[in-house]
Nanobody
Framework: EEQLVESGGGLVQAGGSLRLFCAAS????????IGWFRQAPGKEREGVSCISSSDGSTYYEDSVKGRFTISSDNAKNMVYLQMNSLKLEDTAVYYC????????????????????????WGQGTQVTVSS
């Protein structure tokens, strides 16, 4: 059974850093896309970053470029999101998600950050940035 478990969230002051972890298990397809999404209270879920399982290609939402870094360790079935220079507006529940659509295909279709294309979701981890 496919499963995603996030961890690493917490309370941090503005300007600080956090590293989120996503442990993946049970996935049998070889080429897929892993995404980090977030949802703030009263707002829609939005894509933050995603990475290809096959070649490590990455993609970022504009507001996090230069501050967040997504990476993966296929041997450990882990995906990470390093978040630096955190801002108040980064406060949200962060989710990792998987789509069986390969990264290049999803990028061509323009659906890398489309929730509906992601089949598997973790339970989320809360990130709170304080002033």
């Amino acid at each position: 059974e496919e499963q995603l478990v996030e961890s690493g969230g917490g309370l941090v002051q503005a300007g600080g850093s956090l590293r989120l972890f996503c442990a993946a298990s049970g996935f049998t397809f070889s080429d897929y896309t892993i995404g980090w999404f977030r949802q703030a209270p009263g707002k829609e879920r939005e894509g933050v970053s995603c990475i290809s399982s096959s070649d490590g290609s990455t993609y970022y939402e504009d507001s996090v470029k230069g501050r967040f870094t997504i990476s993966s360790d296929n041997a450990k079935n882990m995906v990470y999101l390093q978040m630096n220079s955190l801002k108040l507006e980064d406060t949200a529940v962060y989710y990792c998600a998987v789509t069986a659509v390969p990264f290049t295909t999803a990028r061509t279709l323009g659906v890398l950050f489309n929730n509906l294309w992601y089949t598997y979701w973790g339970q989320g981890t809360q990130v709170t940035v304080s002033s």
